[in-house]
């Protein structure tokens, strides 16, 4: 008899095991949920540069301006994201009250391989009640670019429209457009978080209207960034020295020559900061 008991005893044991094992909380199996991520996105940020250059020209006489802006996203896959924003900076009293371009556009990632496609509006608040001001007007543009590997990023920019300046002030043609090609190379230095990159790049600015004088410009940054701040320390220059001049009751100055410019920046994400 007590071999029986010890038998069925036995066997409840055997049979009881997986059950309660199933039972246990602690140990069941789980599916982790997938962690949902929205496809909007805002980017936004500011800078503070010693001069804003514009394509080897100084907007701002050689002067400190104050710019920022912000992007609303909208991503459709791992491929493609669509973009409107706006961004502004301050300018020289004598071309404008301020710049203000609203873009809208669209991403495509395939691989290494970008391409930025889209249209922008320079806006000029005033900028034809001023003499020596800037017109307002729009131009599409084309950024292509391939990441070589993990250190060499070369990129390129296609630019133009056939209403250059509004037409203020303008004889002839108003086409006017830009082309030119960068490199973005992160160095081998990298101290608590701050990574390193130089940033070299030469364009050339082309205008067809008479009397208008189209010029080459190049620079060279070396550029710091930690998280979501970015120092920007470059060197401008152009072929056109003593060409674009500020008007002689802003101190005449050589607009297109050589100088050296220093920029801050902040930029992130809604979703970054979450």
């Known amino acids: 008899m007590k071999k029986v008991v010890l038998s069925a005893v036995a066997a409840l044991a055997v049979t009881a095991g997986p059950a309660f094992a199933a039972d246990m909380p602690a140990k069941a199996y789980k599916v982790a949920p997938v962690a949902y991520v ?50 502004g900076s301050s300018l020289a009293s004598y071309l404008a009250n301020a710049e203000i371009d609203p873009n809208a556009g669209v991403r495509f990632s395939f691989g ?26 729009g131009e599409f543009y084309a950024k292509p670019s391939f990441k070589f590997n993990d250190w060499l990023t070369i990129g390129g920019v296609i ?74 320390l470059r060197y401008w220059d152009t072929n056109r020295h003593g060409v674009y001049l500020a008007p002689a009751a802003f101190g005449g100055k050589d607009l297109a020559g050589s100088t050296f410019v220093a920029t801050l920046k902040f930029d992130t994400t809604l979703l970054a900061l979450k």
């Not at 804003?52 to 710019?67: C, E, F, H, T």
């Not at 290494?112 to 017109?135: A, R």
């Not at 190379?185 to 130089?198: N, R, T, Y």
């Open 112 to 137: 290494n391989f970008g391409l930025d496609l889209g249209y922008v509006y320079y806006y000029y608040p005033d900028g034809t009640s001023i003499p020596t001001g800037y017109g307002s007007f």
């Open 38 to 87: 929205s496809p909007f996105d805002v980017a936004f940020g500011a800078a503070f540069t010693t001069d804003y250059v514009l394509r080897g020209i100084s907007q701002s006489n050689r002067k400190p301006a104050v710019q920022g802006y912000f992007e609303g996203r909208y991503t459709i896959n791992d491929s493609i994201q669509l973009y409107a924003g706006i961004w």
């Open 159 to 232: 630019t133009g429209g056939n209403n250059f300046n509004g037409g203020y002030n303008i004889v002839g043609s108003k086409t006017a457009y830009f082309y030119a090609a960068n490199a973005t190379i992160s160095l081998p230095w990298q101290v608590s978080g701050v990574s390193v990159a130089l940033n070299p790049e030469i364009g050339r600015q082309v205008f067809e209207c008479t009397g208008c004088t189209s010029y080459t410009w190049w620079n060279v940054g070396l550029v710091f960034n930690y998280k979501a701040v970015t120092l920007d």
